[in-house]
């Protein structure tokens, strides 16, 4: 069974950094693509990031230069370091994982930037 478990939010100043932690359990983790999402109040979930078994990534323009994705197979666990962080940022942040045709989420962690 798949779970993932998201930790690593909180409260930060505009400009702080933030790093989000995504544990997955289940088989397959090292081939699979693991995504982080994020949704604000009112707001539809979009992708954020995302990165693949062979290393590659992907991101949002909105964050590009600013965040990065990254994983340690060994541990089950990816990362999302959040540099530079602004008001817009704020959202709950999702842990996404397809295995076969189903989608798993994690319970969201929630980033709130204050100015």
């Known amino acids: 069974q798949v779970q993932l478990v998201e930790s690593g939010g909180g409260v930060v100043q505009a400009g702080g950094s933030l790093r989000l932690s995504c544990v997955a359990s289940?088989?397959?983790?090292?081939?699979?693509?693991i995504g982080w999402y994020r949704q604000a109040p009112g707001k539809e979930r979009e992708l954020v990031a995302r990165?693949?078994?062979?290393?590659?990534?992907t991101y949002a323009d909105s964050v590009k230069g600013r965040f990065t994705i990254s994983r340690d197979n060994a541990k089950n666990t990816v990362y999302l370091q959040m540099n530079s962080l602004k008001f817009e940022d704020t959202a709950v942040y999702y842990c996404?994982?397809?295995?076969?045709?189903?989608?798993?989420w994690g319970q969201g962690t929630q980033v709130t930037i204050s100015s």
């Open positions: 996404h994982r397809r295995w076969g045709s189903t989608d798993y």
């Open positions: 289940g088989s397959g983790f090292s081939i699979s693509a």
């Open positions: 990165i693949f078994s062979s290393g590659s990534t």
